[in-house]
């Protein structure tokens, strides 16, 4: 029903447009109420025309809501008239009772509505431009080498210790063998050193009393510290030992 509306009346940005989206939604909704009120073909059309003329007051005339209610007068005037010098304005072909729903229908979603719709087609739209920045990551040149697959990854300091490619050594420099080699080789006037082991001529005695003296020097000072603790321990136990008995005395 939407679709035929907007091929009709032409409502191309009604997703975009306030006024075509308020004209679509009034539209539809007064079809879709008529043919809940199970009026037949000669009604539907009868009720989308006065529905449109006063919908086009507001929206083309700017008419106000008093004369757009005169206006709905009119047109409903001489359904089923008690005299008989009241003239038809063509919709006698509805009923007492349908034209009684349709001025309410028309109440409850025109007129009660109808400071909203004023403002809304007399103001234009303020436009808002939606903008969208898309990135694109292009495919790397084929002279690259591809990348390896990411199960594959290993930390920095692995790659760079057991995996990446050693730096050149540099060439040797012209000469620096040649200086290299007369350090290397030990002068003939210099007299050499046997290697002497002392510890193959010492006994066990001999480590035995190396070992004691060292403890000794080590350990003396701090046995000595400890006794002079203890008397200094033992003399203050004294001397609370005597205050006590002359306390007691």
């Known amino acids: ?3 035929e509306l907007c091929e009709i009346f032409k409502l191309k ?6 006024q075509e989206a308020s004209t679509l939604d009034y539209y539809t909704g007064a079809v879709w109420w008529g043919k809940e ?3 037949n073909p000669q009604q539907l059309s009868g009720l989308f025309t006065v529905v449109y003329n006063l919908f086009e007051n507001v929206k083309e005339q700017h008419m106000n809501k008093v004369d757009n209610l005169k206006e709905f007068k009119a047109v409903m005037m001489g359904i ?3 005299y008989p010098d009241v003239k038809s304005a063509g919709l006698d072909f509805f009923s007492v009772a349908q034209a009684k729903a349709i001025a309410q229908y028309i109440n409850t979603s025109l007129f009660q509505h109808y400071n909203l719709y004023q403002f809304m087609f007399t103001h234009t739209q303020a436009e808002e431009i939606i903008g969208t920045d898309l990135s694109i990551e292009v495919a790397k ?3 690259l080498p591809f990348p390896p697959p990411l199960h594959e990854g290993v930390q920095d300091d692995m790659y760079a210790s057991f995996i990446a490619t050693p730096p050149p050594t540099p060439p040797p420099v012209e000469g620096a063998e040649d ?6 080789t030990p002068k003939e006037d210099e007299p ?3 290697d002497i082991d002392a510890f193959n001529d010492l006994t066990v005695d001999d480590v035995r009393e190396v070992i004691e003296s060292v403890a000794k020097e080590m350990l003396g000072g701090l046995q000595n510290d400890l006794a002079a603790k203890l008397r200094e321990k033992e003399n203050n136990i004294i001397q609370r030992i005597n205050k006590i008995h002359k306390v007691s005395e």
Request: cysteine-free; proline content about 11%; overall charge negative.
């Open 1 to 3: 029903m939407q679709k």
């Open 13 to 18: 940005n009604y997703s975009t447009d306030l």
């Open 37 to 39: 009120q199970g009026l």
């Open 80 to 82: 089923e008239p008690e």
């Open 141 to 143: 040149p084929s002279t």
């Open 179 to 184: 200086t290299k080699s007369d350090q290397e």
């Open 192 to 194: 050499t050193v046997p």
